[in-house]
């Protein structure tokens, strides 16, 4: 199973987090408040995913995406006008106020994605990855005249119903649309 760790600035909010997600059946390995403890925990660890906030108490989420392995996956909780600033770029966001499913179908599909990349052998490029993103998330903004928020939850939400990532979902949607 893989480990996810919960890094939030506010201890009680991390462990709310954590009760939701052991209750669904995730291991988490650890709850963390600043940036440090994530990596700390991190050390041991070949994969998992971190769920974080925009910014922990020693650290914004963009430096600490970058200090972490490409096989930790991120996942992070953003207000609607963090995500519309930008101030996540590039990462897999999810808006507060947090809903339940939202959180268990982003955490399935990353751990899913993370099993089919090692099942295929490639690794994730991360520049490949992004660019994919944003150009499906462009072409829909502005074919369909969705905001940047609602694209983004389009192909999560089609990536989780149809058990693709959601960097094959956004090449789809780049296929079927141009």
Known sequence: MENIIVALPKEEDGRSLR???VRSGFSVLSVCTTASQVLAACDDLDRGIVICSVRLVDMPCTELRELLAPEVEMLVLA???QI???DPAGMLCLSMPLQTEDLIGSVRMLLSGGRERRRKG???TGGKKEQLLRDAKALL???NHMSEEEAHRYLQRTSMTS???ITETARKVL???N
């Open 19 to 21: 009760s939701i997600l």
């Open 79 to 81: 207000t609607r006008r």
């Open 84 to 86: 519309a600033e930008g």
């Open 122 to 124: 490639t690794p994730d």
């Open 141 to 143: 903004m502005e074919r």
């Open 163 to 165: 058990g693709c990532s």
């Open 175 to 177: 296929t079927l649309m």
